[in-house]
């Protein structure tokens, strides 16, 4: 195993997060993440999704990410471009993350709540602590190798 990296054009470290669950919404559900910066790659990571926190999809999508800062922040890098199929997270990071800190973590209605209020204050906090990371939608076909992670992890706790 190697730690050859993909960048991009800017020098950036590349990688892919997703995450998955199984009866999603539903009581038994069961999430995983998966982060995949390469074929073998000694830092992917594929696991469960910590059963403390709320097991669905879009909270597995968050946690891969902050799995993937931690990952690198753990390894001395400042610069990435997290890929994720996931609109919710892509978006969430780049443009609703402002609007909710603005409106008090609220989406348009006050009456409304950000349910993973939480799980993305972390990411945020996260993301604060490395000097610069993107986040960048790819279709879902882009997006394989991390899916096949995340579904591993999912079903480890099966």
Partial sequence: MSEIFYRNEEGYIICWTDGSCSRNGHDGATAGIGVYFGEQHP?????????????TSNRAEIWAAIEAIRKIREKGVYYVEIRSDSNFLVKGMTVWIHKWDKNGWR???PEFPIETENDFRQLKKEVDTVCNVKFVYIPREDNKQA???AKAGMMSRV
């Fill in 147 to 149: 899916d096949a992670l």
């Fill in 107 to 109: 989406q348009s209605s």
């Fill in 43 to 55: 830092w992917n990571i594929s696991k469960a999704l910590d059963s403390c926190i709320k097991q």
